[in-house]
């Protein structure tokens, strides 16, 4: 018998701010780059890029017209836009995601809205030009 577990939630709708180092209000909007170096919250209104270096939070009344990367993603409200280079990523009941998806892993509750492309798992290293690189297996004498 496994003692494998899946993990429980990494966020509720209900966290307050005292989780989070760097909160966006549902009232406030902002357009351009955002970074946040801890884990972040946002409520509000962002057009641009947003990028996370843990876990960040988009609560209900948040709707993102942006290129997402975060570590850790937990989705309550609405992004129109690319979610990249994350390692979970959480689709909460009543999120929106329209978009491209790239994540380690992804979970999607009933109720979330997904519409776009997705990538789940470890993709193949790319060379600069964005083609994948192929390795040879070496030969035995």
Excluded: W, Y
């Amino acid at each position: 018998m496994s003692d494998e577990r899946e993990p429980g939630p990494v966020a509720t709708a209900s966290d307050s701010g005292e989780r989070f180092k760097h909160e966006i209000a549902a009232d406030v909007a902002i357009s351009g780059r955002i970074s946040f170096p801890g884990n972040a919250r946002i409520d509000g209104r962002l057009t641009g890029e947003v990028r996370a270096d843990a876990l960040l939070v988009v609560g209900p009344t948040a709707h993102l017209r942006a290129d997402v990367r975060a570590h850790n993603l937990v989705l309550f409200g609405t992004i129109e836009g690319t979610v990249c280079q994350s390692d979970v990523v959480e689709l909460k009941p009543g999120s929106r995601l329209i978009g491209g998806l790239e994540a380690t892993r992804v979970v999607v509750h009933a109720g979330a809205i997904f519409e776009g492309r997705c990538s789940i798992g470890k993709r193949p290293p790319s060379s600069s030009d964005g083609r994948t690189v192929k390795h040879a297996k070496a030969r035995e004498a």
